[in-house]
């Protein structure tokens, strides 16, 4: 894992893109419609954020509320999107899908990671609302391109979650457990220095970037301060100081 923490930023446009860069982010994340909890975005404005900003983009795949994949037509409709925004440049991705029992829809998500023919992508926050968090895991082991969790330990955020997060990092490494944690979902800068010394090195966050809340864009400062909080305690960690 890199020394530096990552830090990825959810972006809804090109203004909310352009204040997470020059805030530090390494990484956004680009939806629409987070009264959804973050819908795919047009390709417009993924070519508008694109063009833009030279951080890399991680596009949601997800076409309406909830963590179903839906019929056989609303998967279809998906895949052409991906297809759609492969074709304008996106080469990272954020998907993810449960059945009606809470377990992964393994076909379902084994049809779109085809159609991304071996794009980098995370398997988002339905992992939170798994019913078995380990099965799920172990059966996504091996899907080409996945990279990363992002989670928050428990669908109630980051609070509950903390010891399951834990948990899992000291897993790092088994079969199921190779991909980077990123933690993201009621995350505050309070969280970082535990994350941190469990070897979490990955932190998403959406309205900790806002000032004024979801109807307001990504503030540059705000996003400064997590960059600024993670390098400090990340130093810190790396030289065994208490933080």
Same mark, same amino acid.
């Given at each position: ?31 629409? &419609?987070?009264?959804?909890?973050? $819908?795919?975005?047009?390709? /417009?404005?993924? =070519? ?14 997800? !076409? ?11 998967? /279809?409709?998906? !895949?052409?999107? =991906?297809g759609e925004l492969r074709a304008a440049g996106a080469d990272e991705f954020v998907l993810g899908f449960l059945d009606e029992d809470g377990a992964v829809d393994l076909a ?6 085809d159609a991304l023919d071996g794009c980098r992508w995370t398997f988002h926050r339905a992992i939170d609302r798994a019913a078995d968090r380990d099965a799920l895991r172990k059966? $996504?082991?091996?899907? @080409?391109?996945? &990279? ?10 980051? &609070? ?28 505050? $800068?309070? +969280?970082? @220095? ?6 979490? &090195?990955?932190? +998403? ?11 307001? @864009?990504?503030?540059?400062? =705000? ?21």
């Amino acid at each position: 894992m890199s020394k530096r923490a990552v830090l990825e930023v959810i972006a809804l446009d090109t203004e909310d893109a352009v204040a997470a860069q020059a805030g530090g982010a390494d990484r956004l994340e680009l939806v629409t &419609d987070m009264a959804a909890d973050g $819908l795919t975005p047009s390709v /417009a404005t993924f =070519a508008g954020i694109r063009a833009a900003v030279d951080v890399d983009l991680r596009v949601m795949l997800r !076409l309406a509320d909830g963590f179903a994949a839906g019929s056989a037509d609303q998967t /279809a409709r998906l !895949l052409d999107v =991906a297809g759609e925004l492969r074709a304008a440049g996106a080469d990272e991705f954020v998907l993810g899908f449960l059945d009606e029992d809470g377990a992964v829809d393994l076909a379902a998500v084994e049809r779109v990671v085809d159609a991304l023919d071996g794009c980098r992508w995370t398997f988002h926050r339905a992992i939170d609302r798994a019913a078995d968090r380990d099965a799920l895991r172990k059966q $996504l082991d091996g899907q @080409p391109g996945l &990279d990363a969790y992002l989670t928050a330990g428990s669908a109630a955020g980051v &609070d509950d979650g903390l010891p399951t997060l834990c948990a899992e990092a000291a897993r790092y490494g088994e079969p199921g457990y190779e991909q980077r944690i990123m933690v993201g979902g009621g995350l505050r $800068l309070e +969280h970082v @220095p535990r994350l941190l010394s469990a070897g979490i &090195d990955a932190f +998403h966050i959406g309205g900790a970037a806002r000032p004024g809340g979801w109807d307001g @864009p990504v503030g540059v400062e =705000a996003v400064s301060q997590w960059r600024n909080v993670l390098d400090g305690a990340g130093a810190a960690a790396a030289a065994g100081v208490e933080v």
